[in-house]
């Protein structure tokens, strides 16, 4: 949670004591909270999900191509409800949606245990997508809604959480899997879904975005709102393609990581679960740490980075005759993927406000839903290592386009003219006291 004294004398430009203010602050940190939660919580679910995939694919017999037809369920779902969802949080809001969202998350997470071949396996995660895709545009909806009026980059601390909910989840899923059954640890899970969607849900419902500490008027010389150009357009969908060429290998390795591990090298369910943990792990070290590396090394500098280390890391994920240097692999690739997505919508929103972000999300979101699948088909015509490469290749791509499109992008955001750098950099407004504290960096 941020401190308050610090956010208080940042927003309000040093006018402290003033209850209006205390009580809109207040809010912030409890919608902050709810939404770290939810993020977690999401991640969590997921993560339990995919660790058990290679029990479900032996459950239902399913060979690697029908496999890969099953979990085109899940993206045919999300698509979907993706198309339907921004809608309905313009229309309700996005809190209530992702009140709604999350519970039926979590009840069709249970169902896939319940199903003996593609064909049904399919079916269930259909619905299973659905729930899934409107719960994460809902969520991403209302973070980009609080980090507008908090006015701090703090987008990647909910990444972050959704990262640290996959890494406990994958880590749960290993310890059980030895001991409980398929689908008494799927049920488990719907249980933790409700419970937690109980106890949070209503903090997310009463605390919306306070209108006291809403977004600041445009300031003198800011451009009014205008109508995208094509090459603005283009711009976006580039990031977005960046988004998707990264998101695609955080789906893959969420889907058939376990199964590369079980199946390829031999690991025992334990430690082949155990394979996600650690790229989430490493996903959330890198999300945590990434304000500190874009300050260091710049937006395309990390994106470019990024790109050419997970790049270099799946392609010993895949190829390892060991299972401890497949682990090294998935580790090293979280590290590179950890901040590609959230820069890249970053960029686009930086292009075109918030219709910007929503493009570049959707195309990201894509790409995790649709990549697995597709690596399903690869490996039933090549082999499953053969098929991870392609998340290399991806990334490797990713990094490409970065690099081409470093002058043709809007500039990374510059440090304000009117204000000393040291105070710049530690977050102080331009209108803040000289003795005004600094806003705490995430």
Same mark, same amino acid.
Request: net charge positive; with cysteine.
């Given at each position: 949670? $941020?401190?308050?004294?610090?956010?208080?004398?940042?927003?309000?430009?040093?006018?402290?004591?003033?209850?209006?203010?205390?009580?809109?602050?207040?809010?912030?940190?409890?919608?902050?909270?709810? %939404?770290?939660?939810?993020?977690?919580?999401?991640?969590?679910?997921?993560?339990?999900?995919?660790?058990?995939? $290679?029990?479900?694919?032996?459950?239902?017999?399913?060979?690697?191509?029908?496999?890969?037809?099953?979990?085109?369920?899940?993206?045919?779902?999300?698509?979907?409800?993706?198309?339907?969802?921004?809608?309905?949080?313009?229309?309700? !809001?996005?809190?209530?949606?992702?009140?709604?969202?999350?519970? +039926?998350?979590?009840?069709? &997470?249970?169902?896939?245990?319940?199903? =003996?071949?593609?064909?049904?396996?399919?079916?269930?995660?259909?619905?299973?997508?659905?729930? /899934?895709?409107?719960?994460?545009?809902?969520?991403?909806?209302?973070?980009?809604?609080?980090?507008?009026?908090?006015?701090?980059?703090?987008?990647?601390?909910?990444?972050?959480?959704?990262?640290?909910?996959?890494?406990?989840?994958?880590?749960?899923?290993?310890?059980?899997?030895?001991?409980?059954?398929?689908?008494?640890?799927?049920?488990?899970?719907?249980?933790?879904?409700?419970?937690?969607?109980?106890?949070?849900?209503?903090?997310?419902?009463?605390?919306?975005?306070?209108?006291?500490?809403?977004?600041?008027? $445009?300031?003198?010389?800011?451009?009014?709102?205008?109508?995208?150009?094509?090459?603005?357009?283009?711009?976006?969908?580039?990031?977005?393609?960046?988004? +998707?060429?990264?998101? /695609?290998?955080?789906?893959? +390795?969420?889907?058939?990581?376990?199964?590369?591990?079980?199946?390829?090298?031999?690991?025992?369910?334990?430690?082949?679960?155990?394979? /996600?943990?650690?790229?989430?792990?490493?996903?959330?070290?890198?999300?945590?740490?990434?304000?500190?590396?874009?300050?260091? %090394?710049?937006?395309?500098?990390?994106?470019?980075?990024?790109?050419?280390?997970?790049?270099?890391?799946?392609?010993? !994920?895949? +190829?390892?005759?060991?299972?401890?240097?497949?682990?090294?692999?998935?580790?090293?690739?979280?590290?590179?993927?950890?901040? &590609?997505?959230?820069?890249?919508?970053?960029?686009?929103?930086?292009?075109?406000?918030?219709?910007?972000?929503?493009?570049?999300?959707?195309?990201?979101?894509?790409?995790?839903?649709?990549?697995?699948?597709? &690596? !399903?088909?690869?490996?039933?015509?090549?082999?499953?290592?053969?098929?991870?490469?392609?998340?290399?290749?991806?990334?490797?791509?990713?990094?490409? &386009?970065? /690099?081409?499109?470093?002058? %043709?992008?809007?500039?990374?955001?510059?440090?304000?003219?009117?204000? $000393?750098?040291?105070?710049?950099?530690?977050?102080?407004?331009?209108?803040?006291?000289?003795?005004?504290?600094?806003?705490?960096? =995430?």
């Amino acid at each position: 949670m $941020p401190n308050l004294n610090k956010l208080r004398t940042a927003i309000s430009g040093g006018r402290g004591g003033d209850p209006a203010t205390d009580a809109s602050l207040s809010r912030l940190a409890r919608l902050r909270i709810s %939404l770290t939660v939810f993020f977690a919580l999401d991640g969590f679910l997921f993560a339990g999900w995919v660790v058990r995939i $290679p029990a479900i694919k032996q459950q239902t017999g399913a060979s690697a191509s029908d496999l890969g037809l099953a979990l085109l369920g899940v993206s045919a779902g999300a698509v979907v409800t993706m198309m339907f969802t921004g809608r309905m949080c313009k229309r309700v !809001g996005s809190h209530p949606v992702t009140v709604v969202s999350m519970p +039926l998350l979590a009840l069709s &997470i249970a169902l896939p245990a319940q199903t =003996h071949s593609a064909l049904t396996l399919g079916l269930v995660l259909l619905v299973f997508g659905a729930a /899934y895709g409107s719960l994460n545009v809902s969520m991403n909806s209302a973070a980009v809604d609080f980090v507008a009026v908090l006015r701090r980059p703090v987008m990647s601390s909910f990444h972050a959480a959704f990262s640290l909910g996959g890494m406990a989840g994958a880590g749960l899923g290993g310890l059980v899997a030895g001991s409980l059954s398929v689908s008494t640890h799927l049920l488990a899970l719907t249980g933790v879904g409700l419970l937690v969607t109980a106890l949070a849900g209503p903090s997310l419902l009463r605390n919306t975005v306070p209108a006291a500490a809403g977004p600041a008027a $445009p300031s003198k010389g800011t451009p009014a709102p205008r109508r995208l150009d094509r090459r603005t357009r283009r711009l976006v969908v580039l990031f977005g393609v960046i988004a +998707l060429c990264t998101a /695609y290998g955080e789906g893959a +390795l969420a889907d058939w990581g376990a199964l590369h591990l079980a199946q390829d090298l031999d690991a025992g369910a334990g430690l082949a679960a155990a394979g /996600y943990s650690l790229f989430a792990l490493a996903m959330t070290v890198g999300r945590l740490s990434g304000t500190a590396l874009l300050e260091r %090394l710049g937006q395309t500098r990390t994106l470019v980075a990024g790109g050419l280390l997970a790049s270099l890391g799946m392609l010993l !994920g895949a +190829l390892a005759p060991t299972t401890w240097l497949a682990l090294a692999g998935f580790a090293v690739t979280g590290l590179g993927l950890a901040n &590609i997505f959230p820069v890249a919508v970053a960029r686009a929103g930086a292009l075109a406000g918030p219709s910007g972000v929503a493009a570049a999300s959707t195309l990201g979101y894509g790409g995790m839903l649709l990549g697995p699948p597709a &690596i !399903g088909f690869l490996a039933d015509w090549f082999s499953l290592p053969v098929a991870l490469t392609t998340v290399a290749l991806l990334a490797a791509t990713a990094a490409l &386009i970065a /690099y081409a499109a470093r002058n %043709l992008s809007a500039p990374e955001p510059a440090l304000p003219t009117d204000v $000393p750098a040291d105070r710049a950099r530690a977050g102080v407004p331009a209108d803040a006291p000289a003795d005004a504290p600094a806003v705490p960096r =995430h």
